[in-house]
């Protein structure tokens, strides 16, 4: 064999085992960069966000001493070639893989294919609770306006019209001494509207105050009392009273309708008229003369007002604690006026007796004629007069 086939040979050889030697010494680096399984990292590897970890580059087992500067290369590049040695090494085309993270990680739940290509520049983020609230509700409306073209329609809801008051109409009782009871009537929906009282036959009438209200002291006429108001629409209402301390007093009532002019006159103890035993409308006395048995007092019903209005009289004596004996003479006058000349009156009278049921007289009468204007005509059937012993 000649010499410079020998020197051929042995050139061939050694670049053949230079090639060999570099493929063996980086082997397991090419194989970590194109496609071979990443072994599993544990540690303090994972301190790090995972996607980081993942892709950032991986350095060779044992560092990078000792081997050949090597440029690297890139997913899809041509295969590398050594100029001085006829040796090739193919890329594999692979797609790097992710390692499978710790257990503590799995429940993050990320899947990094739907997140596509991430450059990790800073440190990795944090995660912040966001509060969501509902977007505020559209307000609601009868009707609608138009918004402009392309726009929805918005709506602004009408404020709800105010309830109406409760039309409802009362009526209370209450007792108190002399056996008088107070009324109140209330009737908010009926304001300066005409009532009518009925209580055991007496009638009178009273107009309602601006708020439908109004009250009146009325002398009860039975123990048990029943008082109905009326009004002319139908609406109306009752109340009842127990009234034991009625079987202590005489009571005489007189009632008509309209101006007539008439009044209950009482004369005590042969009193004469104006005299301090004479009670009448322009002498009524209080109840006190009553309670502390003294004499009698007049109570008027009625305010005149309205059509055709109803008024009464009550003359109460107090029969049971009388300290005076004799007689109490009771008649009705008629005064003849202007209104009442040349006309018919009506009246009724009503008087009731500890112990006796209640007596009623009706009463019509014509009056004489104008000539006679400012004259009295005395009554003196009407009512019965009492006779009392001292209690």
């Known amino acids: 064999m000649s010499r410079i086939r020998k020197l051929a040979i042995a050139g061939g050889t050694f670049g053949v085992a230079l090639s060999i030697g570099f493929v063996m010494q980086n082997g397991d680096a090419l ?47 041509a295969p590398i070639a050594d100029p001085d ?26 899947s990094m294919a739907s997140l596509g290509p991430i450059a990790f520049q ?8 966001v509060a969501m609230t509902a977007a505020p509700a559209q307000p609601s409306a009868d009707t609608a306006e138009d918004a402009g073209d392309g726009a929805d329609a918005i709506t602004v809801a009408a404020p709800a019209a105010p309830a109406a008051p409760a039309c409802e109409t009362s009526l209370s009782a209450e007792v108190g001494q002399a056996a008088l009871v107070t009324l109140r ?15 055991q036959g007496m009638i ?53 309708q309209g101006d007539s002019g008439l009044q209950i006159h009482a004369l005590e103890f042969g009193a004469d008229y104006g005299s301090e035993g004479h009670v009448w409308a322009a002498s009524a006395r209080t109840p006190s003369m009553a309670i502390a048995g003294e004499g009698g007092f ?20 107090p029969s049971a604690v009388n300290r005076t004996s004799g007689d109490v003479v009771l008649s009705v006058e008629a005064e ?29 009468m014509a009056m004489p004629e104008c000539s006679a204007v400012g004259d009295f005509l005395v009554l003196k059937n009407m009512l019965e007069d009492l006779t009392l012993a001292a209690r």
């Not at 439908?212 to 002291?217: D, E, I």
């Not at 007796?353 to 009706?362: Q, V």
Request: aromatic share 4%; glycine share 8%; hydrophobic share 45%.
């Open 122 to 129: 800073g440190p990795p983020a944090t995660s912040a609770a």
């Open 298 to 317: 007049l109570t008027s019903l009625g305010d005149g007002q309205g059509v055709a209005p109803l008024r009464a009289e009550v003359y109460t004596f």
């Open 204 to 256: 009178f009438t009273l107009v309602t105050d601006a708020t439908g209200s109004a009250r009146v002291v009325v002398p009860a006429l039975a123990e048990r009392a029943v008082f109905i108001a009326s009004f002319d629409g139908g609406d109306g209402a009752v109340a009842t009273a127990e009234v034991p301390a009625i079987a202590n007093y005489d009571r005489a009532v007189l009632q008509w």
């Open 185 to 199: 009537l209330d009737a908010v929906c009926l304001p300066d509207a005409q009532a009518t009282i009925h209580h």
């Open 336 to 364: 003849i006026t202007d209104e009442t000349c040349e006309r018919d009156v009506s009246a009724q009278s009503i008087q009731i007796s500890p112990g006796s049921p209640a007596h009623a007289l009706d009463l019509t």
């Open 85 to 110: 040695v006829d040796v090739t090494v193919p890329v594999a085309e692979a797609e790097p893989t992710m390692p499978e993270p710790p257990e503590e990680l799995t429940q993050a739940a990320v």
């Open 31 to 77: 194989a970590d960069r194109y496609g071979a399984e990443v072994p599993l990292v544990e540690g303090d590897a994972f301190d790090q966000p995972l996607a980081s970890a993942a892709l950032s580059p991986l350095a060779p087992p044992g560092g990078t001493a000792g081997l050949a500067q090597v440029a690297a290369p890139t997913i899809g590049a």
